[in-house]
């Protein structure tokens, strides 16, 4: 091996000792105009950047966003923070100024020119605060002040003398925070310790001081904990940062305080423990950002520090200018450059860092993790305690195996080699001499017996020996039909799978059991296995690297476990690993991680992996390749944070052709009707990545995917608020939420402008209003016209029907006295005359009116019941029932309404009969319905049809039903009328029928 490996190799094992550390991200800014950066803040999805003459703001992909025009020429600014709609700005010697996003100028809001008090000292060093009432800020060194914006005044104030004591400095304001759970009281940190403010008194009330008296182990003070720059409160504490003591936990009721330092050894112990700022990252770490070193994470817990940087790797922190805290990590400038620290995905895996690209990885029992690698197209093999150069290769590796503590066995398809110490041999093989049928295909080595087992294209299985160092060759028929793809033992027994079956034979090799892949019902046609493995006596694992991961019962063939590339936002599966009853699984999309009670969580390209092979378990480490790359990931069933989703960001916005700057609301004239946007998926971290997907509510609710680079574009937009809603996609993290991206309105024309549309709509409510009177006043003078008119051919049609009725009724009455007198019984005909007369003065009366009441009705009824019981002799007899809740005097009904029912009862249904006829009438009410019932015991409907279908034929039914439905249509209400046979034993037993019309009453 050259000298140039041998030092490229060394490099390699210093970096793999070190701690892992978060992915770096370098954004040079390509514009000259900016010039050097000062200061640097976080807020509202932007990233804002302070130079020597301008603001300006990067949206997380690229700095083709800039705005700013020399605003602050002249300007020394000493600090930033931003708003909704703009940035604050604490200047030198101008006060407090606001930078207005939208109208891109610099305006001084507290200026005395508003009515604002002129302030004692116009240095603003650090905004300490902003909200909807005010900004506290520093001012000058001894002091802070809060500008209230509702009103015209700017409260200072003082706290270089506290109880009349000077500090001589130690109380130079470095922040501001809320006092946990009291409301009118602030927290304020100095350099040298914590003043608490009572805002209702407008004093300070107490003073905590970073004193030795107050350090809990007096031995650790330096001096510098009087040095804050930077606190985090937490609960009823606050931590504390310092230039040069460290981090100070200190507790707000007692003021007594902790001192936590790292011990990594730097370089400059001058800097060892200035800690510049502080900052939350979750419920149990802060972020710390070192002078020197980088940024640490503390753990609350543990009190333990980790290194996420590399100080040698960057070794850019010392010219650190300034520091923010952006979601994921940590953003700081370096001249006309910044730096973003991904913090998302430390603690997951160390990248063990190599100039050569490595190859394999292997782990032999009894043995430490080995790995091969290439420099310059030169093999090297590494176990972390020799280097065994190897010649230029141009094959690929079927497998490498330590036998023993110097030797080590490195095969390709066609050569075996013998590494013993630094020695090089081959070591032959029987099917070697049969070509590309002897080609070697799997390998299988077993440190415990010592025995290398070979699988080859078309010459069967060989096995050698490397204690007696002899080769037997196994080449029964079912071993040479297909090539020998992988194996694997289990006791005595062998799992052989060749291209399309599976062979189950003794240690010999002798088939115990062979099963055609076509037999297994779920297994994928034309698989191609890569590897299987025992999963007990009676199961197998078989893998194929398109096809997925299959558990197959022997016994009877069926899959109990399936996991398929393509279910998995993949479209291979290299090379996997069972561990712990989860499987971790290296695919063309990242690693894989599927738990038996977990959801499967795959780790890709959000995780900068891509793709991962070579996976294999040391211990509780695993180690795999991804990108050539050697990653060992040291707790793989405990991840301890995820990766930023990429959101969607407008690169640019185009208003028919014209450059417009992209603001939350924007309001466009209507010629303005082609918009054209560029979307991007990006964040701080990973610029530029992941698909966009698109919606323009108002138009359709509907995702659009952009393509590529292609821009979103719409035209010919009608007046109105159209907003955009975008969101992004990551194959391993999937989509995230949806982002507002922009609310546009567009103006319509004047002529559909509102005052426009109520003038005209005011005009021609006037004149339709005119018209509609005039119109409504014909109709209703016809609709008048018209319904007296109906209403009189609906009086004259009913009295038509009575009418009708009268004659009827009379023909037949004459017809009973006809045969009395014939039959010469003068006495009956007398008394029937009499009833008859009586009754036809009834109907006289009635054949002018509209309606009678229910009991004249029934009077008139009875009436008729008699006169009929006089001609038939009095063959029958009737019985009337009225509801108890009727009161038939204010109850209306159309006269002989229930008459010809009666009729059709006696003449049809009684008088067949010789003796023991009887009739009934019911009226009651339901709902707001009269219910008529005429029961008779008589013959039936079809008898008396038989019998009497040419003695008579009634006319008073089919009047009756005219008459309902006359009175139907005239009231609006249900009016008819059923007939329904009876029947006894299946015989006859007479006919009931219903009369259903609507319920009257005379006061109604």
Sequence with gaps: MNLASLRILLLWLFFSSLSSHGQVVEFEI??????????????????????????????????????????????????????????????????????????????????????????????????????????????????????????????????????????????????????????????????????????????????????????????????????????????????????????????????????????????????????????????????????????????????????????LANPLFGEAKDWTYIPGGIAWSENNKFYVLDTTHTNNWDILHAEGKVDALWKSPHFPLQSLLSINDTLIWKDGIQVIPVERYSDIISGVYRIDSSRVLLIRPNMIRLYTGNQLSLLEFPSSKFGTAGEIVTTHFEAVTQKLTLGTKGTGIHQFDFRTNEWRSYQNPSLLEFWIKCMDRHGDRWCVVTENSILLTNSEFAPLQSVNFKEIAELPAGMIPNGVEWVDESHIRLFGKEDGIYVIQLHNLQISEKYIPTDYHSTRFNQYCFWNDTYLIGTDNGLLKIGRDSSPVLFGPSYQLQNVNHLVQDGNVLHFVNGRKHYRWTSPFTISRSPLLSSPIIQSFRAMGKSIHPINEITLQPSQNWLEWQIVASNFHNPNKGDVYVQLKGISDNWRKLNGEENFSISNLDPGTYILNAKTYQSDLGFSPVYNLMSVRILPEWYQRWWFYLLMMITVGAAAYSIYRYRIAQIEREQRIEFEYKDQLRSLEMRMLRVQMNPHFIFNALNSVRYYILKEDKNTASDYLAKFSKLLRFILNLSNQENVSLHEEIQGVKNYIEFEQIRFNKKFTFEIEIGTDLNTQQIVIQPMIIQPFIENAIWHGLMPLETNGHLKLSVQKEGNHLIITISDNGVGRESALSKNSKAHKSFGLSITAERLKSLSEMKKREAKFEITDLFEDGEPSGTRVKITMPYESSHS
């Design 30 to 311: 390509q514009n000259d105009n900016i010039g050097f950066i000062s200061k640097l803040a976080y807020g509202h999805n932007r990233l804002w950047l302070v130079s020597e003459d301008n603001i300006w703001f990067h949206n997380g992909n690229d700095f083709s966003v800039f705005e700013g025009d020399s605003v602050l020429r002249g300007i020394t600014v000493l600090d930033v923070a931003p708003s909704d709609s703009g940035i604050w700005i604490g200047t030198l010697k101008s006060g407090l100024g606001f930078y207005h996003l939208q109208k891109g100028k610099l305006s001084w809001p507290f200026a005395t020119e508003r009515g604002y008090p002129e302030i004692p000292y116009p240095r603003t060093g650090i905004i300490l605060s902003v909200s909807d009432t005010g900004v506290w800020a520093q001012i000058h060194h001894f002091g802070l002040g809060f500008f209230d914006l509702r009103k015209t005044e700017i409260t200072f104030f003082e706290t270089d003398n506290i109880n009349g004591v000077s500090q001589r400095g130690n109380h130079i304001v470095s922040g501001m925070f809320d006092y946990p759970n009291q409301p009118r009281q602030k927290i304020i940190t100095t350099l040298g310790g914590v003043l608490i403010l009572d805002l209702h008194t407008q004093t300070f009330f107490r003073y905590l001081p970073t004193d030795r008296d107050h350090l809990v182990g007096h031995a650790n003070y330096s001096g510098d904990e009087s040095r804050i720059r930077d606190a985090i409160v937490s609960d009823d504490s606050i931590y504390l940062a310092t230039w040069g003591g460290g981090l100070l936990h200190m507790d707000l009721k007692s003021g007594f305080y902790h001192k936590y330092t790292h011990s990594l050894d730097l370089p400059s112990t001058g800097l060892k423990h200035n800690i510049a700022r502080i900052y939350p990252e979750s419920d149990s770490t802060f972020l710390l950002s070192h002078i020197y070193a980088g940024v640490f994470r503390f753990n609350k817990a543990s009190k333990s520090f980790h290194l996420l940087t590399d100080p």
